[in-house]
C-alpha cells in the first residue's frame, strides 16, 4: 500500500465511523450532532460539530469529507465548502478518489472490474 492509498484508507475509516454516528443520531431525532474529523492523520481524535443535514450534504459524493479548519491536505484534496466549524474537502488525488470511491459505505459507484 502506497502512501495515498493509506491515507485514503484511514480517511475511509473515519467515514465509517460517522456513518454509523449518523445513523443513530437519526435514531434519536438529534438535530446536531459531533462528527469524527474525517482527514488524514490517523491519530486525528478531533470532533466535529455538524448537523445530520450538513452531514448527508458532504455524503452526497463519494469523494467530499468532513475536516475540521486546517485539517484538509492540499495535496490531495481542495476545500470546497468552508462552514466554519468545519470545512468540506473534495479528493483531487487520483488514487486517493478512486480509493475512496471504492471504499465508499454507500456503494454507488459500479463495482469495477480492476
Ligand atoms: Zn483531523
Known sequence: MNDAERRATTEALFRDVNERIAESAERFDAAETEFVCECSDPN????????????????????????????????????????????????????????????DPRNRAAPSES
Not at 486546517?70 to 468552508?82: A, C, F, L, P
Open 44 to 103: 486525528c481524535t478531533h470532533r466535529v460539530a455538524a448537523s445530520l443535514a450538513e452531514y448527508e450534504q458532504v455524503r452526497d459524493e463519494a469523494t467530499t469529507f468532513l475536516v475540521l479548519p486546517g485539517h484538509e491536505q492540499r495535496d490531495i484534496e481542495k476545500v470546497v465548502e468552508d462552514r466554519g466549524s468545519f470545512r468540506i474537502v473534495d479528493k483531487v488525488h487520483g488514487i486517493v478518489r478512486r480509493t475512496v470511491i471504492r471504499l
